[in-house]
């Protein structure tokens, strides 16, 4: 079983190539940790998506930290931007389930083995491709926030059986000093005009953590047959197709099935240059490999709701 690796991404808001940005004792970076967390939690090979134009740079960080015993395979994205084309990029290289995640995010060993494990029990079992749930590894909020700065989070709703109903992506902040908890706005209120809601940090959130059969490629070309966005205006990022969107009309629709599972640990990732360090701090000289530390740092608070 392979693990799609989304590695193309631009790191606007970072200001540079998140995906190797160096955190680890020896510059590593987040990519490896996935890499070698992925190998041992069963996965056969990977398969990194990329941008032509990083190609050079990213094998050149691979043959420097990786063992040449692992598989991989480098492929260019289609010429649209999001995680959506992202995968489907890769769909001439897949040739069963098949895991996603994300570059520049650290999900741990054990959230990576429950996504293979569950993925091929689904695979295994007497339902098969045709109605086997997609999977869907998620985290408590809490467990994905770093700093106060704001972020953006899938937040899930699931069912008594465990099944996906609704996934938001949302604009979550921190509440002030003294306050529990944190708000979030959804992403289609980017001017903040509507009420934010309460979020406990209980809830759990989507961090491109997938397991996909085969025929998730079948509802991501009709999403992007469908996808007509604007001309992006001069020195403004294009308008992206996303794979929690695409997700969410499928789940509304009633045109397949997710199963959630909950992650255990942190989710680590970089999304502001700020994180960098406390990215490096939360790996405490791990290495590739090396077993999790324990969470150091304190859930985050910020001053001012309104940042």
């Known amino acids: 079983m392979k693990l799609l690796i989304l590695a193309a991404g631009h790191g606007r808001r970072f200001g540079g190539l998140k995906q190797l940005a160096p955190v680890g004792p020896r510059g590593e970076s987040l990519i490896d940790y996935t890499a070698f967390d992925a190998i041992s939690s069963g996965f056969d090979s990977l398969v990194l998506i990329v941008r032509p134009e990083i190609r050079d740079e990213l094998t050149a960080h691979i043959q420097e930290h990786w063992p040449a015993e692992i598989d991989y395979k480098l492929v260019d994205q289609i010429p649209v931007a999001g995680t959506a084309p992202a995968v489907i990029s890769a769909a001439e290289v897949l040739d069963g389930p098949f895991g996603v995640a994300n570059a520049d ?9 429950t996504l293979r494990e569950r993925l091929q029990a689904g ?5 098969r491709d045709a109605d086997a749930p997609h999977v869907m590894v998620c985290f408590p909020l809490a ?15 699931v069912d008594q059986s465990g099944l996906l109903v609704d996934i938001e992506e949302q604009r979550v902040v921190a509440l002030p000093d003294g306050a529990d908890g944190y708000a979030g706005r959804p992403m289609d209120d980017p001017n903040g ?4 809601s309460p979020l406990s940090g209980q809830e759990l959130v989507s961090m491109n953590l997938w397991g996909f059969h085969p025929r998730i490629f079948e509802h991501l070309d009709k999403a992007l047959a469908a996808f007509d966005p604007p001309l992006a205006e001069e020195g403004a990022s294009p308008e992206e197709l996303l794979l929690p969107n695409v997700v969410r009309e499928m789940v509304l629709a009633g045109t397949d099935r997710f199963v959630v599972h909950a992650a255990t640990g942190r989710c680590s990732g970089i999304t502001h240059p700020d994180d ?23 859930s985050p608070r910020v001053t001012d709701a309104r940042t």
Not at 105 to 113: E, S, T, V
Not at 123 to 127: F, K
Not at 193 to 196: A, K, L
């Open 105 to 113: 995010d650290l999900y741990g060993p054990a959230a990576l083995m």
């Open 123 to 127: 695979a295994d079992s007497d339902q």
């Open 143 to 157: 467990d994905t926030l770093l700093s106060p700065r704001p972020v953006t989070r899938g937040v899930c709703r």
């Open 193 to 196: 005009i509507g009420p934010s």
């Open 276 to 298: 960098l360090d406390l990215v490096r701090r939360e790996l405490a000289g791990r290495r590739p490999g090396d077993a999790p530390p324990e969470p150091i740092l304190e």
